[in-house]
């Protein structure tokens, strides 16, 4: 039988610990997840489309500013966008066709939208955006949701 040196254990307890961080890091990288939104009835090549994704209600509510903004130049029918190394967690997102570049999302004088706007899980509000309950939603692993905007 082998009698374990106090420089054998040492090096045991240290194997281990780095194969302890070694997993660790290694389920990091594995739970990074992807959301992918694809986008369609951009009425035209205008402007830009702008899209937020939000990771709480604080963030959904302009509270505080959104984990993700990503503004492009607007291609007429249909529209991607990836956003990867997400934790898993709960999100929303939001979508503008900023039509006429000016950077915001142009209303009427009552108030309702005059450029096309999506939510995330095609949530519509009464009389107002939706709920933080109506456009969250859990992701894990991959997730994709198409989503059409409204004019």
Not at 22 to 29: F, K, Q
Not at 50 to 58: D, G, R, T
């Amino acid at each position: 039988m082998m009698k374990l040196t106090e420089n054998h254990t040492m090096f045991r307890v240290i194997l281990g610990l780095t194969a302890g961080l070694l997993a660790a890091v290694w389920t990091e990288v594995v739970a990074a997840d992807t959301l992918h939104i694809h986008v369609t009835n951009v009425p035209s090549s205008e402007g830009q489309i702008m899209l937020q994704i939000v990771a709480s209600e604080a963030e959904f509510k302009g509270e505080a500013p959104a984990i993700v903004s990503v503004m492009q130049r607007a291609v007429e029918g249909e529209m991607s966008f990836s956003a990867a190394s997400l934790p898993p967690g709960e999100y929303a997102f939001r979508v503008m066709h900023d039509i006429n570049n000016n950077g915001e999302l142009d209303s009427n004088f009552v108030g309702m939208p005059s450029e096309p706007w999506a939510f995330s899980n095609n949530a519509t509000g009464n009389f107002g955006p939706p709920g933080w309950k109506d456009v969250k939603f859990t992701l894990e692993s991959e997730v994709t949701q198409t989503i059409k905007l409204n004019r």
